[in-house]
């Protein structure tokens, strides 16, 4: 049967957009400030999972993979988040230390793209949010062999029903296996969309010196 969505009626799906500009002079010089504005902003417009973002691994050979995973932490070094080093991101990173970040605020009309090298982040740094995670969820990271191929979803039930059964006290050790990254950038666009598909694009690039600000065409 076939669905009612032509390949037409796809491409005439568009949106017009009107709301802001992104001007050079607006700008924070310091990408991780101007971030850290747009993400506040993000958050003040109560936008669902505004730390949602895409993350862009790829194999030695360079064949690329992309998942949403979430931001969980953000400092001058770059963008923190949490996973199985096990699964098919983490040995992708172990491979290849490079990724590709992007935030998409539609409601706001933005885009953030973040490319740099990935690094673990210190062991103390990840013990400290596994601790702050919820119960359910620190189980889960011991339950779940990310990635792998399982006969059905009651091994996985089970496996979480025996770690709980285990760890009743709540005092649940972190796996070896699990832990964060971060992404140290050295280039950042905010993309702001502007009438006419005119839209601003300003991409800080960090070569040697401070952070290097340039306009790109849309």
Do not use: C
């Amino acid at each position: 049967m076939r669905s009612n969505l032509t390949t037409q009626s796809i491409a005439d799906l568009r949106q017009n957009y009107t709301l802001q500009a992104l001007n050079e002079a607006d700008v924070d010089p310091d990408p991780i400030k101007q971030f850290q504005q747009w993400l506040e902003e993000a958050i003040a417009a109560q936008l669902p999972e505004p730390n949602a973002m895409t993350l862009a691994t790829a194999t030695r050979e360079g064949i690329p993979s992309a998942r949403i995973v979430l931001l969980k932490g953000l400092d001058d070094r770059g963008f923190v988040f949490y996973t199985n080093y096990d699964s098919r991101k983490g040995q992708e990173l172990a491979d290849n230390p490079h990724a590709a970040l992007v935030f998409l605020w539609t409601v706001l009309e933005r885009q953030v793209r973040v490319e740099g090298h990935v690094e673990k982040i210190a062991a103390v740094e990840t013990d400290a949010y596994f601790q702050s995670r919820p119960l359910a969820s620190r189980l889960g990271a011991w339950a779940s062999e990310q990635s792998r191929v399982i006969p059905d979803r009651e091994v996985l039930e089970q496996r979480f029903a025996e770690l709980k059964a285990t760890y009743a006290d709540e005092s649940v050790p972190r796996p070896t296996h699990w832990g964060g990254y971060r992404v140290i950038p050295k280039q950042i666009e905010f993309w702001q969309g502007r009438t006419s598909r005119l839209h601003d694009r300003l991409r800080y690039r960090l070569e040697q010196g401070p952070w290097l600000l340039e306009r790109l065409a849309p």
